[in-house]
């Protein structure tokens, strides 16, 4: 009886233990995440005097993409890929005479990572993302057709830990704990250079965590 | 010897799928309320006084012992009691507004799956759809501060997201809830606003549409709610 009742716990533990294939060698992974959002204003003065009707357009689109390859069990190597764009429009009239205002902003990066995770349960597991990022600025303004343009680049080292959700044994909600991260990096562009050194260690949890698609893909 | 091996494997497995009170057909109404009046008295100027509410009551009916479904409606107020100084060729005239300067009106459709931890506690999380309407009336002088400006804004907002919260039994009718994690995943709002001037006919007209789509959730300023089973 007592053999019987302990091999019964034994194997109840072992139940509750977590079995995760999807972390072992050889599983590729594929993760995306898209954030948008626009403003379209119009500004209308009555009497029309001096200053005519005025608009103003934004438009912002964020998507990633991360692709990755358990190389050990709980280990990834992987890439990420990313854009920052950033589209403005401002028109309006003075006196008789229009204006016309854009600016178009985009930022590429690349970044490559290394991930180790840590299985909590068959469905929740943390991880610890070290990477390398990289990006080049392209900013473009114009006014009344008279363009500027201006390029610059960023690289940094980032260190922030994550949590995966898995909603079938393949596909799984991520999202990256920026309070907790530490990051070094330089900007360069043709009128500022900086340096910096973030490390974000708070007890302020109301800011924004971004979630991630991701599919674990396994051989068999 | 082997019944208490017996009763302590009875327990163990017992312990793993508690019997919780029914929640099936339950139907419960939850609310949160707030009230606020501040009231300034200066030597130098006239009294001056804010005050309002703010109103939130749902209606929900467990369909199973996990799920729940219900609707929420929404209300605030807003007055106040204010005066402005204004200068006409020198000569400072006061201005006073008084009286109820904003309302808005809230109406969402929520969702919640749940997972009880034990026969006291456990955590909800589900999707909400929200359609609010806001207004509001703002005075301000002008930058010469000779006369006084009025902005009328009104906003119609659309959302969907998620949410999530904790709940605690207090008693079989009385459950207590806080909210956890927020979540706006989709949101789509209109604003008009009109600036006028009192003494002169320039106005000036503003529409905004914002829209955005965003898979992201915050942690909120934790905000407690009660809930009383019917």
Do not use: C
Not at chain 1, 41 to 68: C, R, W
């Amino acid at each position: 009886m007592k053999k019987t009742l302990l091999f019964g716990i034994v194997s109840l533990l072992w139940l509750s233990l977590p079995v995760k294939a999807q972390l072992e060698k050889g599983t590729k992974y594929v993760a995306a995440t898209i954030n948008f959002r626009g403003t379209h204003q119009a500004i209308d003065y009555t009497p029309s005097v001096s200053a005519n009707n005025s608009k103003y357009d934004a438009f912002n689109l964020n998507p990633s993409f991360q692709y990755g390859k358990f190389v050990k069990e709980n280990r990834m190597i992987g890439i990420g890929f990313g854009t920052s764009m950033a589209f403005s429009k401002n028109q309006s009239s003075y006196a008789g005479q229009d204006f016309v205002y854009k600016g178009n902003n985009i930022a590429y990066n690349l970044s490559p990572y290394i991930r180790h995770y840590k299985s909590l349960s068959p469905k929740w597991a943390i991880f610890l993302n070290s990477s390398l990022s990289l990006s080049y600025i392209h900013l473009r303004y114009s006014s009344n057709d008279e363009v500027t343009k201006t390029d610059g680049y960023a690289a940094g080292v980032y260190l922030t830990p994550g949590i995966s959700y898995w909603i079938t044994p393949r596909f799984a909600l991520e999202t990256d704990l920026n309070f907790l991260s530490l990051s070094a990096g330089y900007n360069h562009m043709p009128t500022s250079k900086n340096v910096f050194f973030n490390s974000i260690v708070t007890t302020n949890l109301t800011s924004y965590f971004a979630v991630r698609a991701s599919w674990y893909l396994q051989k068999n | 010897m082997k019944n208490t091996y017996f009763i302590i494997a009875l327990l163990i497995l017992s312990s793993s799928q508690i019997v919780l009170a029914q929640l099936e057909g339950q139907k419960f109404i939850s609310g949160t309320a707030s009230v606020n009046f501040s009231n300034t008295n200066s030597d130098l100027q006239e009294s001056s006084n804010n005050y309002g509410y703010n109103f939130d009551i749902g209606l929900g009916k467990f369909k199973t012992d996990t799920r729940a479904s219900g609707w929420k409606i929404s209300t605030s107020l807003a007055g106040s009691k204010q005066n402005f100084l204004t200068y006409v060729n020198g000569n400072p005239i006061n201005t006073e507004k008084n009286g109820i300067n904003g309302f808005g009106i809230g109406v969402g459709h929520f969702w919640q799956f749940y997972k009880h931890f034990n026969e006291k506690a456990g955590i909800y999380a589900g999707p909400e759809i929200n359609a609010r309407y806001n207004n509001s009336k703002t005075y301000q002088t002008t930058s010469d501060g000779s006369a006084l400006g009025e902005n009328k804004i009104n906003t119609l907002t659309l959302s969907a997201g998620l949410s999530a919260g904790l709940y605690y039994k207090l008693s079989q009718k009385w459950w207590v809830t806080a909210n956890i994690a927020l979540s706006d995943f989709v949101s789509v709002d209109y604003s008009h606003l009109k600036s006028s001037v009192e003494s002169s006919n320039n106005t000036t007209a503003q529409k905004t549409l914002n829209y955005q789509f965003s898979p992201s959730f915050r942690f909120p300023v934790v905000g407690f709610g009660v809930r009383r089973f019917l």
